[in-house]
């Protein structure tokens, strides 16, 4: 599947109880007909598992970053650092760049 966010890009969470909050996108996991594509973002959904000890290692409270819908994030303005969307440009050359349209900016 072909997305418009990236790894590695800046996204803003625009819904859900970590509703403005920025971070840095992790992993792009792709969905199918049944499930929704979701993405792991940065300090972002951060929930609490509970870790068995091993002989390597102690157990106790893991916190760690859980995947979030797609849907509830939006890449960030490179500007402004506000949510924007997206579309797709074919430059002269024939290479197609990602364009904010709130700043008319390129995302890298």
Do not use: C, Y
């Amino acid at each position: 599947m072909k997305f418009k966010i990236k790894k590695k890009d800046t996204v803003v969470v625009i819904s859900g109880k970590d509703k403005g909050k920025t971070g840095e996108v992790l992993q792009i996991i792709a969905g199918d007909a049944f499930t929704p594509s979701r993405v792991l973002v940065s300090k972002i959904n951060v929930v609490t598992k509970h870790k068995k000890p091993t002989q390597t290692d102690a157990g106790g409270l893991v916190k760690l970053e859980a995947p979030i819908s797609i849907s509830k994030v939006m890449l960030a303005d490179p500007k402004t650092g506000k949510p924007t969307r997206v579309k797709l440009k074919t430059q002269p050359n024939g290479d197609k760049v990602r364009v904010a349209l709130k700043s008319g900016e390129t995302i890298a």
